[in-house]
């Protein structure tokens, strides 16, 4: 996990162990077979030209646009990685039980504002979570709209296996990229304990209230968030290489 690199699509061998498998991956990353099958259409047409963390990056934008959200311009040019970190993935990605102070060093050691991070966390307009995400927040926190937990509780019960893997929507319009997710907040209907975090007399709760009544200046800010991210810490020129199969290296 050194940036955009494609290294999360690594699958594990015999003797290599990915990301996969990484706490806040596993169970919870999916798709990789829309990956698979874009990366052999690809091949198909221009062998060895394109990497499999630029069609990654072209396909998070593609799919915000399909979702009616805003495009943006991705810089291409990435090379994939040959090796991956599970530690790195454990240990950097930002886990839902983090409070806001957490989540602000998080973002802030990879480059990103607090601006940047309320920005972002708003791609969770889109999506769903699993029950075991959010069960603690749901039977001990009490910034959590009443009705909305009952509803939830139905589904996702105090304790497990039951219920585990259900899903749950983490907006409630989680098929349209829009500003649905800043509302439900003010609202107290954050999924995650993290997404709550966001607006509980922080001080992201004015970044949140504006982007709950301006749905134009957060698919701009959130357009262009993206493209700082897609920059981090890519491998270029003669680094990585550019995969066949994007499930190992070649």
């Excluded at 162990?17 to 874009?38: C, H, M, Q, W, Y």
């Excluded at 319009?173 to 609202?187: A, E, G, K, M, Q």
Aim: proline share 3%.
């Amino acid at each position: 996990m050194g940036g955009c690199d494609a290294s999360v699509l690594l699958d594990d061998t015999a003797n290599f162990t990915g990301e996969k498998t990484a706490g806040p991956n596993n169970n919870s990353l999916r798709g990789f077979e829309v990956i698979d099958t874009i990366k052999t259409q690809v091949e198909n047409s221009c062998r060895g030209v394109v990497s499999c963390a630029d069609i990654l990056a072209v396909a998070a934008r593609d799919s915000v646009v399909a979702l009616s959200g805003r495009g943006w311009t991705v810089p291409l040019g990435r090379r994939d990685s040959t090796t991956a970190s599970l530690t790195a993935a454990n240990n950097q990605i930002p886990a839902p039980t983090l409070n806001l102070n957490a989540l602000i060093t998080s973002f802030s050691n990879k480059g990103f504002t607090a601006q940047e991070l309320v920005a972002l966390s708003g791609a969770h307009t889109i999506g769903q979570a699993r029950c075991t995400t959010f069960r603690t927040r749901l039977y001990n926190e009490a910034n959590i709209n009443a009705a909305y937990a009952t509803t939830l509780r139905a589904r996702c019960p105090s304790t497990g296996p039951t219920g585990d893997n259900n899903l749950f929507g983490l907006d409630s319009n989680p098929t349209v990229f829009n500003n649905r997710y800043f509302t439900d907040l003010i609202s107290l209907r954050g999924l995650l304990h993290s997404d709550q975090q966001l607006f509980n007399n922080g001080t992201t709760d004015a970044q949140v209230r504006a982007y709950s009544t301006d749905t134009a200046t957060f698919r701009i800010d959130f357009a262009n968030a993206m493209v700082k991210m897609s920059r981090l810490s890519p491998l270029t020129g003669t680094n990585g290489q550019i995969r066949s199969n994007c499930r190992r290296i070649n």
